[in-house]
């Protein structure tokens, strides 16, 4: 039923939020206006909004006319500019001025109708809402005005409502929204504010949080980022609880039989906002229980379910957005109750691409998600309470325990900023984005072991977790125009390692990924001897056992974490490069390294020599790690057929004899790795002398050869790599190496295979390019941070006289 209100949005006092589109902003905020369009135009794509109602410009400016408020504004915030008076009195001052206001008697008709027809709707008497603020120059392209107004939860009642309307009004003429205002150059009367009042989503008994249609930290676009704790959603936005976060890879959304979730990260969430019952305050903080903090919010449906409303309100808008939902714990249903633009990532433009790198190591003092990509220096200043916010000094590190809009005045005079609280979609992240400084929030501990003072340096630039050193530590920039790299005919990859450096090396105009090394996986992330979780009764350390029972709480069957964690790994290594090749080379540990994941001791006996012992495709077919290889194998199955990245192809490290590949490839078909099945291409490690020798018959049963120059000049030369004593001796420019690598080239060719490199030889040492180059090899695959000036050097030998197309 629709209320009795003026006949258009332009003089009406209060509108349907459902009435309201994308053009309103001028009449009902950047926030409203944005549910509204979402509400009108995308209930087709399946996205829920809670039904409300929302307050005009016309209201407000009538509110301000009605109390002759214009004059007495212009006055104080004069007497501030002019430094008569300081922000926090001149804010004080015009909050008390709306405070003891009244509503036009028209507008606060308007008001109750619309909250009565939303009572009679819901069928309450007194239905609970959220109250929100939405200004007209909120939530747009260029400034995102993050939590600069209020917003009131669990809101009942007509006076209720009515008093919560009046206290956003207020809310326009706080200390940060004075300030963000004045930093951005808008007239403090210029901009109106709307109030939106909405059914209040029984979050506080299931769960909400934020979403982005691109990747926050790297501007990745085939992303949606989604950030999930219990309770009330303010807890995210304010970044006072370290939540859960995902990621779900857009383009294959499409297809509905696929799971493109490529990342679930369990967050401590140790507190939750939900609704108070009695006294004045509506809403409380209690602690979770243990079950909450270990346990994901999300499902893999509703995160999905989720991603395909982000990507819709993408393109809608034409643009990435962020967005605000939350899941009503009694129902079960999914709302979005907020869209806005992306503000940071959306406004880069060109092609320019700068990477930081730490040229000095040092003592690491913590750790958290990493906000930007840069690196910065200086003293810590450590404030734990807004209260004292005066006392920062600028150009430092600011420290402290969260953000929020009270601190924006000194975050831009920061050279960094640590959280203890917070994840990658809090206030102190998007603030930090918009404003260019970096951040690490989320560290848990960054007050208690920074000390007021210290010089420290603050990393962002080695993943998506950002580290805090000790000490002033010297690094380097590095800038190109990728516009001005030349082309090449000759395949140019990168290696990746990291499932977070690949969100970081997206832009690079690489052909794919050469090289993905599942071990550092399986090393970094999963820390678990495979065969520690097929067989958990063998691991007789106690510690080691107490380990193993932590790290897969949540998983019933223990095999289950391994090929979960080391599937949505792969997965995002091959996500920035889809649809172009990713190789992923099976495990390739040395028993001395298997030894040392946890639980390794009771399945690794110690060999004389490991780097030519009990590794590779040795492993694969063993009665000794058979059942581990099975879980590898099921892990990539997953990547390719559940997740949806059929681009990966799988590679057979150190491959000793012909009837070893044979075994390999049995052992991998009976797992259901079948190569040619569903488009699976198989590739061996070119590494070992033999390989080069037997290449023709190795060729037969292989799709491509991958050079591995580490091992092939380890065993030509007979260096081990690792002596400190011979390390002048090892090198794969020598005559006896590139005549192996000359010959492995030509066999590879000659059986019509592909043939590539993926050592460490041409990052390092740019003739050993050319001299590829000259061979005719089809692929080099470059470390990312030697990506931009390896390019140009092998342009020039392709171009060189006698080189031909």
């Known amino acids: 039923m629709k209320a009795a209100a003026a006949p258009s949005v332009n003089n009406a006092r209060v509108m349907w939020i459902g009435e309201t589109g994308i053009g309103d902003i001028a009449s009902v905020g950047g926030k409203n206006a944005s549910l509204g369009e979402l509400s009108r135009s995308l209930r087709s794509a399946g996205v829920s909004v809670p039904e409300g109602f929302a307050t005009t410009a016309s209201a407000y400016r009538a509110f301000l006319e009605a109390n002759a408020l214009v004059p007495r504004i212009k006055e104080l915030v004069a007497d501030y500019r002019s430094g008569q008076s300081t922000l926090r009195q001149a804010g004080a001052a015009i909050r008390e001025l709306f405070l003891a206001a009244t509503f036009p008697e028209d507008t606060a008709a308007d008001i109750r109708e619309h909250y009565r027809a939303l009572c009679r709707r819901a069928g309450e008497q007194q239905v609970p809402v959220a109250v929100r603020s939405s200004a007209t120059a909120e939530d747009l392209p260029d400034a995102s005005f993050a939590g600069q107004q209020e917003t009131f939860l669990n809101v009942a009642g007509e006076r209720a409502v009515l008093d919560a309307c009046r206290r956003c009004y207020a809310s326009l003429f706080t200390d940060r929204a004075i300030t963000y205002r004045e930093i951005k150059g808008f007239d403090h009367l210029d901009v109106a504010l ?56 857009k383009p294959l959304l499409a ?64 643009r990435p957005m962020d967005m605000e939902w939350a899941k009503d714990g009694i129902t079960g249903e999914l709302f979005m109750v907020q869209a806005r633009p992306e503000t940071v990532q959306a406004q880069k ?54 953000t929020d809009p009270d601190w924006v005045p000194v975050m831009k005079r920061a050279a960094g900023i640590v959280t203890d609280h917070g994840g990658p979609t809090s206030h102190a992240a998007i603030v930090s984005r918009e ?172 060999e004389e020599n490991p780097m030519l012992g009990f590794r590779g495709a040795s492993r694969y077919y063993s009665e000794q790690y058979r059942e581990g290889f099975a879980l590898e194998c099921e892990a990539l199955k997953r990547v390719r057929e559940h997740i949806g990245f059929s681009n990966v192809i799988v590679m057979v490290p150190f491959c000793r004899t012909v009837g070893e590949a044979d075994l390999v490839i049995k052992a991998m078909a009976d797992h259901g790795l079948v190569r040619g099945e569903a488009g699976l291409e198989l590739y061996m490690m070119c590494e070992i002398p033999a390989n080069v020798v037997l290449a023709s018959a190795f060729a037969r049963r292989f799709d491509g050869f991958s050079i591995g120059s580490n091992d092939l000049t380890q065993l030509v030369l007979g260096v081990d790599r690792d002596s400190e004593q011979l390390a ?44 590829l180059v000259d061979q005719g090899i089809d692929s080099i695959s470059l470390n990312p941070d030697t990506y931009l000036r390896t390019i140009p050097i092998i342009a020039a030998a392709e171009q060189r006289p006698g080189k031909q197309a």
Not at 753 to 771: M, R, T, V, W, Y
Request: proline letters at 5%; one cysteine or more; hydrophobic letters at 45%.
């Open 435 to 606: 404003l260019g400084v970096p951040a690490v929030v989320g560290t848990r501990n960054a007050t208690d072991v920074l000390a007021n003072g210290a010089a420290v340096t603050l990393s962002c630039a080695e993943g998506e977790e950002g580290h805090v050193y000790e000490g002033l530590l010297d690094f380097a920039v590095e800038e190109v125009d990728m516009a001005t790299l030349p082309a090449t005919r000759t395949a140019v990859m990168v290696n990746i390692g990291s499932p977070a450096a690949a969100f970081k090396w997206w832009r690079l105009p690489a052909a794919g990924v050469g090289l993905a090394r599942m071990e550092f996986i399986i090393n970094n992330l999963i820390r678990i001897h495979p065969m520690a979780l097929v067989h958990p009764e063998r691991v007789a350390d106690p510690e080691a056992a107490a380990l193993i029972e932590d790290l897969t709480r949540g998983y019933p069957d223990r095999r289950e974490y391994f090929m979960d964690v080391l599937a949505t790994g792969i997965a995002k290594i091959a996500a920035p490069f889809y649809p172009k090749p990713v190789i992923v080379r099976l495990s390739d540990f040395k028993t001395n390294e298997y030894s040392h994941l946890i639980g390794g001791g009771a399945f690794e006996q110690p």
């Open 728 to 771: 002048a001796l090892f090198d794969e420019r020598d005559p006896a190496v590139t005549t192996m690598i000359a010959e492995a080239i030509g066999k590879a060719h000659a059986a019509g295979i592909k043939i590539g490199i993926c050592g460490q030889g041409p990052s390092n040492h740019p003739d050993l390019a050319e001299f």
């Open 255 to 318: 297809n509905a039989s696929l799971n493109p979730v490529i990342e679930r990260h369990v967050g401590a969430k140790e507190r939750k906002m939900v609704y108070s019952h009695g006294g004045d305050a509506r809403t409380k903080m209690v602690e979770t229980t243990p079950h909450e903090r270990r346990s994901l919010v999300l499902s893999d449906p509703e995160v999905v379910l989720l991603a395909r409303w982000a990507a819709a309100v993408e393109d809608h808008y034409g």
């Open 349 to 402: 433009t060109g092609s320019t691409f700068r990477t930081y790198r730490l040229r000095q190591q040092g003592r690491l003092l913590t750790a958290g998600a990493a906000i930007g990509d840069s690196i910065a220096r200086g003293p810590a200043c450590v404030i734990r309470d807004a209260k004292d916010i005066e006392d920062f000094v600028d150009g430092s590190v600011l420290v402290t325990r969260m």
């Open 194 to 249: 709307s109030v939106g009042v909405q059914r209040m989503v029984r979050s506080d008994v299931g769960a909400s949080g934020v979403m982005f249609s691109i990747d926050t930290e790297s501007g990745f676009p085939g992303a949606v980022l989604i950030s999930a704790a219990w309770g009330l959603g303010e807890t995210v936005v304010q970044g006072t609880v370290n939540p859960d976060k995902y990621q779900v890879f």
